[in-house]
Nanobody, 118 residues
Framework: QVQVVESGGGLVQAGGSLRLSCAAS????????MGWYRQAPGKQRELVAI??????NYADSVKGRFTISRDNVKNTVYLQMNSLMPEDTAVYYC?????????????WGQGTQVTVSS
């Protein structure tokens, strides 16, 4: 009923840039927060950035390097990642907070691999 589709991951050299995209579609009434989490091998999934109500929040480790934005017409959230570092290597997951059947529910993308080489 609700799909969250990510794209934009890949391999990049340290100092380079990538832009992740995530589009939500389906029988969703409205979308609240949208964001990005990441999970490196052996680590817990952690918040990278979220955007809702015009406010953004970033993990300290990515402040000044990553920028989250959204297109509400397309129900799409983006993550522009600049000055990438090897420690940014992880699977990045799109998060969507949606209202479906009158209930606030969380939806997740399948994850996209970001690998930063040194």
């Amino acid at each position: 009923q609700v799909q969250v589709v990510e794209s934009g991951g890949g391999l990049v050299q340290a100092g380079g840039s990538l832009r992740l995209s995530c589009a939500a579609s389906g029988s969703i009434f409205s979308i609240g927060a949208m964001g990005w989490y990441r999970q490196a091998p052996g680590k817990q999934r952690e918040l990278v950035a979220i955007i809702t109500g015009g406010r953004t929040n970033y993990a300290d480790s990515v402040k000044g390097r990553f920028t989250i934005s959204r297109d509400n017409v397309k129900n799409t959230v983006y993550l522009q990642m600049n000055s990438l570092m090897p420690e940014d290597t992880a699977v990045y997951y799109c998060y969507v907070e949606g209202v479906v059947r009158g209930t606030i529910r969380d939806y997740w993308g399948q994850g996209t691999q970001v690998t930063v080489s040194s």
